[in-house]
């Protein structure tokens, strides 16, 4: 009974994240449109002269066009997660980064550790991730990796790391800089 249930959750969870996925794109699609609406404003207001009048009604267009845009992108699921993951404004271009989380025994985990071969009931991922971004913000994800490693392996990695710590690490986030050469898959 509960096994059904939690489909029966997951199956809403997907159908919501699809229609929210609607919903943020035609937002975006009716923002964008109401710019250009906006803009023909402008040059309707350029060609008749009445420049007074058509300027009051482009900036409305403009800031009704601002505002659906970013509601489509704040509802959007997919946009919300490219969000969450933007990296320094300064990134263009081919991003790498090292997320972690730790895995439960209640994930029934198959994956085997890296370090020692032995199989993961509890312990650590870390997610390679190859990204192009754009200002930061992630735009075409190109390659991404997982790295599985087990209690025992996964203290003694990180009891490691701390003892060596060098700063080059963003503790928040999990992320390292992409010069860590001990990040590497093995």
């Not at 609607?22 to 002269?49: K, S």
Request: charged fraction near 30%.
């Amino acid at each position: 009974m509960s096994n059904s249930r939690s489909n029966a959750v997951e199956l809403a969870d997907r159908v919501s994240a699809l229609l929210y996925g609607v919903a943020g794109w035609l937002l975006v699609g009716f923002g964008l449109l109401f710019g250009l609406v906006g803009a023909g404003n402008i040059v309707a207001g350029a060609t008749q002269g009445a420049v007074v009048g058509y300027a009051l009604l482009a900036v409305l267009w403009l800031v009704a066009s601002f505002v659906l845009v970013a509601f489509g992108i704040f509802v959007n699921p997919e946009m919300r997660r490219r969000l969450d993951r933007r990296h320094s404004p300064s990134a263009f271009g081919r991003v790498r980064s090292v997320d972690r989380r730790v895995v439960r025994s209640d994930e029934d985990c198959d994956e085997r550790c890296v370090a020692c071969d032995s199989r993961v009931e509890r312990g650590l991922v870390r997610r390679y991730r190859e990204e192009y971004a754009l200002a930061g913000l992630p735009v075409y994800t190109r390659k991404v990796d997982y790295n599985y490693y087990c209690l025992e392996c996964a203290t003694a990695e990180l009891s490691d790391e701390s003892a060596a710590s060098d700063g080059s690490r963003d503790v928040e986030r999990g992320r390292r800089t992409a010069d860590d050469r001990h990040l590497e898959r093995r």
